[in-house]
Nanobody, 125 residues
Framework: QVQLVESGGGLVQAGDSLRLSCAAS????????MAWFRQAPGKERELVAA????????HYTDSVKGRFTISRDNAKSTAYLQMNSLIPEDAAVYYC??????????????????WGQGTQVTVSS
């Protein structure tokens, strides 16, 4: 079966960096758009970043532009989210997701077919 397993979350101070990883199995990874979503307590799940199957096209929510970078390694079936200059507002559970609609980047969680279990990111001020 399909599995997406996130890792790399943790507790950091404001200004620090973290790199999240999402290891995929049970699917042809290069056929899928990959994305990172996050959900803070009391808030809706929001898209953070998405990347096309080739890696050539990316999308970021405005609040993370210039600080976060999404990437993928199709040979390793792994997606990454490099998070720099973290701020307390970035604290949330981060989820990776896979979308088999590889013609464009879709931005709503309902479009995504598979989800990981989430990894907690906590940022202290």
């Amino acid at each position: 079966q399909v599995q997406l397993v996130e890792s790399g979350g943790g507790l950091v101070q404001a200004g620090d960096s973290l790199r999240l990883s999402c290891a995929a199995s049970g699917l042809t990874f290069s056929n899928y758009v990959m994305a990172w979503f996050r959900q803070a307590p009391g808030k809706e799940r929001e898209l953070v970043a998405a990347i096309s199957w080739s890696g050539r096209t990316t999308h970021y929510t405005d609040s993370v532009k210039g600080r976060f970078t999404i990437s993928r390694d199709n040979a390793k079936s792994t997606a990454y989210l490099q998070m720099n200059s973290l701020i307390p507002e970035d604290a949330a559970v981060y989820y990776c997701a896979a979308d088999d609609w590889h013609y464009s980047l879709r931005l709503t969680s309902a479009e995504y077919d598979y989800w990981g279990q989430g990894t907690q990111v906590t940022v202290s001020s």
